[in-house]
């Protein structure tokens, strides 16, 4: 590691660790901090879940007590909100829909708003760069967001239709750019970067078109030459491998069979194949093929027979993205919420608004946001709800006529004390999945051009990398000449694969090795694989990065029901249980929907609402 990047990002990204959670005041910023790296989109370094955002959490799961009950009340309100992600900030902006005149305060651990809608912005040789640290686009709106997701999108001035416009789909491709895969010597014995120049192998195109071209590209997979002829059959034969079974028994093999399991028992799959294919399925489920049954895995080889017609997911295009992601979505909601927090009226000028994080706890504000705050207690009291939060190393308490918990389901039994043991067991279900995304702020993109290449898998390493989406909305144009600064996008899901693990258990031992990885632990393999992958295209880390965040959610994807981990007959009832209202507080966030999608963080956001105000 070089002393510029990781001294000059240590210093503007990573806040001072909290060493006592109720500490004499609030930490103190570093004096080497440019006034800029104040503003939160513009802190890199350590982000995502970043140190000070979850202390106070972890004290109160350890077992630590803070007691509220002796302070006086020092504000009221009609709602308050614990957690201001997209789900928070919806069910405060219901609420005040019905309740226009309503005092809403909103409680968020983390020192910006949005949750995992988070935004990353730099400044590169005099270009704005925006990126996406989390939630990364809209998916499949029109299947998705019927009802009351698409309703708020339109309050909030967001025409989906704008994206066919705003996506340049041929960007890459009209550069002969296409996905690869990265072949990395500890794992294959060798360095070598694969384009993979045809139609996506996980799509449902004409199997039989891709036999020659596929098979040009397995020559040169360093793997035997076994592996190479399962992995053209895999992809490309027709033959049904669960013939002879009956429907039931088809349903069988695919729901309680892992993805890795089907391909060895029914492709004759060896070591090779599954170490090409066991990343897979990280970036929908944040595990490997070992922990996934094949019922989620149909759009990977080898589920042709298993498949019935193309799902519609598939028919619709992956384009319906802001630069920065969904984190657009929870700026136009606190726009809505905050008036004056952000300028403008349009799903274009909300790209490049500047926020006046100033304004969202300004006492003039009906709905109030206030950041750093980490609620440690909720409880019903005499008809109204009390809500005890810390800020800043002490402790808060105040009284409010409802309150929407739209926080993780795993804080909730240490939050809500009237929570019964079978509620507390139900909630205790839901094991976020860890992952991590990093942003990396680049000079320039010409290596990319010279060697091909938009994506790259990477099925023996750490990261899986790509070239931003293409889009250009409102004021923000992307990078179209290869010469200027660019956001590269990085994915690692840390799995703890072939242990024998289900989906919960590799989440928490994921979880506990992030928690432990310092911004060094993430930028030395990044440094080492980035080299690696772009060094042959005359790509150089020390010249070429300007800066990078790491957007480390060590509770990431919402927990999603998988048959091989979970009954599905006893989901619904488990699922009813976790987000029953308590009294006077209602249950929110994409948790309760049990899958990690905004519309679903929506969808529960407006129940939640409804549950209070009937």
Not at 21 to 31: K, N, Q, R, Y
Not at 203 to 231: F, G, H, M, W
Request: hydrophobic share 40%.
């Amino acid at each position: 590691m070089t002393d510029g990047i990781t001294r000059r990002d240590f210093i503007n990204g990573v806040a001072v660790g909290v060493a006592g959670v109720l500490a004499s005041g609030p930490v103190e910023a570093l004096p080497e901090v440019a006034a800029d790296a104040l503003y939160p989109p513009r802190r890199y370094g350590l982000r995502g879940s970043h140190p000070g955002s979850f202390e106070v959490a972890h004290a109160l799961r350890d077992g630590q007590r803070f007691d509220a009950s002796k302070l006086a009340v020092e504000e009221e309100y009609e709602l308050v909100v614990v957690g201001g992600g997209i789900s928070g900030l919806a069910a405060a902006y219901y609420y005040r829909r019905h309740r226009p005149a309503a005092r809403v305060l909103v409680l968020e651990t983390n020192d910006d708003f949005g949750g995992h809608a988070k935004r990353n912005e730099f400044t590169v040789d005099g270009r704005l760069l925006i990126g996406y640290g989390g939630t990364q686009s809209i998916d499949s709106p029109k299947r998705r967001y019927q009802g009351v997701p698409a309703r708020l999108l339109r309050d909030l001035g967001v025409d989906v239709e704008r994206f066919a416009r705003a996506y340049d789909r041929t960007e890459y491709a009209r550069r002969d750019m296409c996905r690869a895969t990265f072949f990395k010597r500890e794992a294959f014995g060798v360095d070598r970067l694969v384009r993979e120049p045809y139609a996506r192998w996980d799509s449902y195109a004409d199997l039989q078109a891709l036999v020659e071209p596929l098979r040009e590209v397995l020559a040169q997979y360093p793997v035997d030459a076994a592996a190479r002829a399962t992995l053209l059959e895999m992809h490309t034969s027709p033959r049904d491998v669960l013939a002879g079974l009956s429907a039931a028994e088809r349903r069988q093999v695919a729901e309680h069979t892992s993805y890795r399991d089907f391909i060895r028992r029914y492709w004759q799959a060896n070591d090779d194949v599954v170490r090409v294919l066991e990343n897979r399925t990280h970036g929908l489920w944040a595990v490997g093929i070992d922990a996934v049954s094949v019922s989620n895995a149909l759009e990977l080889p080898g589920c042709q027979s298993l498949r019935h017609g193309t799902p519609e997911e598939f028919q619709e295009p992956y384009i319906y993205h802001f630069p920065d992601g969904n984190a657009s979505i929870a700026r136009l909601l606190v726009r809505r919420l905050v008036p004056g927090a952000a300028p403008g009226t349009t799903m274009e000028d909300i790209v490049t608004a500047r926020i006046d994080y100033d304004a969202l706890d300004s006492r003039t504000q009906h709905c109030r946001i206030r950041l750093g705050a980490t609620a440690v207690e909720v409880r019903n009291a005499g008809g109204a709800v009390e809500a005890a939060y810390v800020r800043g190393g002490t402790l808060h308490r105040v009284r409010a006529q409802h309150a929407v918990l739209a926080c993780y389901h795993c804080v909730m039994p240490y939050l809500a004390p009237e929570l019964g043991a079978e509620q507390r067991a139900a909630l205790a279900q839901n094991v976020r999945a860890p992952l991590v995304y990093a942003t990396v702020a680049v000079r320039n993109w010409r290596a990319w051009e010279k060697l091909g290449v938009a994506h790259v898998l990477n099925p023996g390493g750490m990261y899986d990398a790509s070239l931003d989406f293409p889009v250009s909305l409102g004021d923000y144009h992307f990078a179209a000449d290869p010469g200027q600064p660019i956001c590269i996008h990085l994915q690692y899901v840390p799995t703890a694969p072939n242990q024998g693990l289900g989906m919960r258990e590799q989440f928490r031992a994921g979880r506990a090795r992030l928690l432990q990885m310092s911004f060094a632990d993430f930028e030395g393999p990044m440094r080492d694989e980035l080299g690696r992958m772009l060094g042959p295209g005359g790509f150089e880390f020390d010249r070429d990065v300007a800066a990078i965040t790491v957007n480390r959610w060590p509770h990431g994807y919402a927990y999603t029901p998988d048959p091989l981990w979970d009954d599905a007959a006893k989901q619904p009832a488990l699922q009813a249980l976790a987000r029953r209202r308590l009294g006077r507080i209602a249950i929110a966030n994409s948790d309760s929907g049990w899958d990690a999608y905004t519309d679903v963080a929506i969808r529960e956001a407006h129940r939640a609402v409804g549950e209070l105000l009937g």
